[in-house]
């Protein structure tokens, strides 16, 4: 069983680096192909971060009216965060509020001199309450419009944010679904160019295998060759798939993160490299042995 074991592995080996041509035509299809499925594993991570970054600019603020004590205001936070739609509520008082607008218009002196003039703060305590699902704020708008303390209420910015998060809804619906069509469909074609460069390799040999078969050889020592190929194919197709990439990502890591701030590419491909080899190894060699698999099949019969 060794002996045999050996031959294949041996002959596996051969017939890859006597085909040269075709094998380095073979190892670039398969190449193209885990790039591709490493760019839609790219893909989707930036537009996971690009929906959250979004999604954590929408928010319900509501602001109380001055009177309101601000130990009130903190059991309606409290009532807030026992919702289930609810991901945080953050307090934000008047004092806090009038420092966050100094900080923000600092340097515009028309502004910082218009305030001093004023003897009382003029900003309002608030809550800004986000929720885990922008489809969920209308559960919490509604919670808000029918609570007993909503007398205490100067102002609700769901009104206006209404229509910001509706397009939101409908832009990670359309995005989630977008994108695992999008790697369905460039996953297939991954799958059948590269089955038909294996099998076009394979027909090369095809009187081979029908001698081989006649002699009496068996199955699966006639098909253990061809799928030890298929696994040279899927382990130097991933390396170079990672090699290749990396020039890429830290070239685009910089634009990425003009759109995406929160985003560093270079940072995120470097720091999960090892599961990113490990998924391109692993889909390589599935793609190059059931390819091998399925083309020499149809030479079997004699």
Avoid at 175 to 201: C, S
């Amino acid at each position: 069983m060794l002996t045999t074991l050996f031959r294949i592995i041996k002959y596996g080996f051969l017939g890859f680096w006597r085909n040269g041509w075709l094998s380095t035509a073979t190892l670039s299809i398969i190449v193209l192909a885990l790039l591709v499925f490493e760019g839609l594993m790219i893909f989707n991570v930036l537009t996971k971060n690009a929906l959250e970054t979004i999604q954590n600019k929408i928010d319900i603020s509501v602001y109380f009216k001055t009177n309101i004590p601000e130990d009130d205001i903190l059991k309606i936070k409290k009532s807030l965060e026992g919702l289930a739609e609810v991901k945080s509520v953050e307090y934000i008082s008047r004092d806090k509020a009038l420092e966050i607008f100094k900080e923000r218009h600092k340097g515009e002196e028309t502004i910082i001199q218009s305030l001093e003039e004023l003897k009382d703060n003029p900003l309002l305590a608030s809550l800004n309450i986000k929720a885990h699902n922008p489809k969920e704020y209308t559960i919490i708008a509604d919670y808000l419009e029918k609570a007993n303390f909503k007398v205490w209420f100067e102002k609700v910015t769901y009104t206006q944010n209404a229509m910001a998060i509706e397009r939101l809804s409908r832009i990670i619906d359309t995005a989630e679904k977008g994108g695992l069509a999008l790697i369905i469909f460039l996953t297939l074609i991954a799958v059948l160019v590269t089955f038909n460069t294996i099998r076009l390799a394979i027909y090369s040999t095809r009187e081979e295998i029908g001698i081989m078969r006649l002699v009496g050889a068996s199955n699966s020592f006639i098909r253990g060759p061809y799928v030890v190929e298929g696994i040279i194919y899927g382990l130097l197709a991933g390396i170079l798939s990672v090699i290749i990439a990396l020039p890429i990502i830290y070239f685009i890591s910089p634009y990425v993160r003009i759109f995406i701030p929160e985003m560093n590419l270079w940072s995120y491909f470097t720091s999960n490299l090892a599961g990113i080899l490990g998924y391109q190894l692993l889909f390589g060699v599935g793609l190059g042995v059931v390819s091998s698999v399925i083309a020499v099949r149809k030479y079997l019969r004699v």
